[in-house]
């Protein structure tokens, strides 16, 4: 496992940047805690094509488990779990206690009380039809009651309204894994390697692209597979690159980019670590975030 730190717009005194993190790992199906030296303190094995991941206020996990959604504490004790014969790909904590819930071949946005029942169902595919693996991969409820839903296959990210009418629709060829609407109203949309992939790029209301990152423009690091987002306070975004489709330990897994597209920091997992979809940085408890996580 390496830590590689990129010095670009550093002072010769400047200490190094580090992070502590989180990250899920799409192919062994694990969560792993990484210390800023690059070692892993704390993993959980139970993950399959675990793709979505959250930090709680109170410290626990929550995470999709191909099939499930997971809530696991750091004693790795579940306290919170649900199953389905669909596949899962997205998942959330809302602010009412309630998980909200993407699956992505029965084409369902869920709410789900603590106990693990079912409150609120909304259906984006006509009764009987299936979406397929490729429907739906993250998805999230925004503050207004909308969602906001990146359809990988269909090579767009859309808005929904509560009743499941479309809001809005954003192209994103190569095939949007992650959107993330931002504060002020821009969305943030990761795309995989598809045509035109992979990148990410920023849109503001009018769908204008305000900030994009294509797949050589980095120093040092190649974009493949863009996967996980997660906007950081001082303005950076970092970036998981999903190392899969024969691409496993070619370049960086997670990048942390400036808005002049400058690498600040990257973080390379092989050997423990083999295809990182998802990650979070733990610099400070999320309490102390206020839990406003863009991500």
């Known amino acids: 496992m390496l830590l590689s730190v990129a010095a670009a717009g550093q002072g010769t005194n400047t200490p190094p940047i580090t992070h502590r993190f989180v990250c899920t790992d799409y ?64 998942c959330q904590r809302l602010a ?22 079912i409150v609120k169902s909304l259906r984006l595919l006509p009764a009987g039809t299936h979406g ?30 509560p009743d499941g009418h479309l809001v809005r629709e954003i192209p994103a060829a190569g095939g949007p894994h992650s959107a993330v609407r931002l504060p002020g109203g821009n969305t943030l949309i990761s795309c995989a390697d598809g045509p035109g992939g992979a990148r990410v790029f920023e849109v503001d209301p009018a769908g204008r692209t305000v900030w994009q990152v294509q797949s050589n423009e980095l120093a ?22 999903w190392l899969g489709h024969n691409q496993f330990g070619t370049t960086a897994d997670l990048i942390e980019v400036t808005p002049d597209k400058r690498v600040v920091w990257q973080f390379h997992g092989p050997p423990s670590i083999h295809t990182i979809s998802s990650a979070l940085l733990l610099d400070d408890p999320p309490a102390a975030q206020n839990w406003q996580i863009w991500h």
Not at 96 to 117: D, H, K, M, W, Y
Not at 137 to 161: C, I, M, P, T, W
């Open 96 to 117: 009412n206690g309630n998980t909200f819930i993407g699956e992505c071949t029965a084409g369902r946005l869920l709410e789900v009380n603590p106990s693990g029942q």
């Open 220 to 241: 040092g690091v190649t974009l493949k597979f863009m996967a996980g987002l997660e906007r950081l306070p001082n303005g950076h975004t970092l970036l998981a690159n």
């Open 132 to 161: 397929g693996h490729a429907y739906m991969r993250n998805a999230r409820q925004l503050d207004n009651g909308n969602y906001l839903v990146a359809h990988y296959g269909l090579k767009v990210v859309r808005e929904y309204s």
């Open 27 to 90: 192919t062994q199906g694990k969560v792993f805690v990484v210390s800023p030296a690059g070692k892993i303190e704390w993993e959980y094995d139970g993950a399959t094509n675990c793709n979505d991941l959250w930090v709680l206020p109170n410290g626990n996990f929550l995470f999709n488990t191909g099939h499930g959604v997971k809530e696991v504490t750091r004693t790795k004790k579940v306290v919170f779990d649900y199953e389905s014969t669909s596949e899962i790909y997205a």
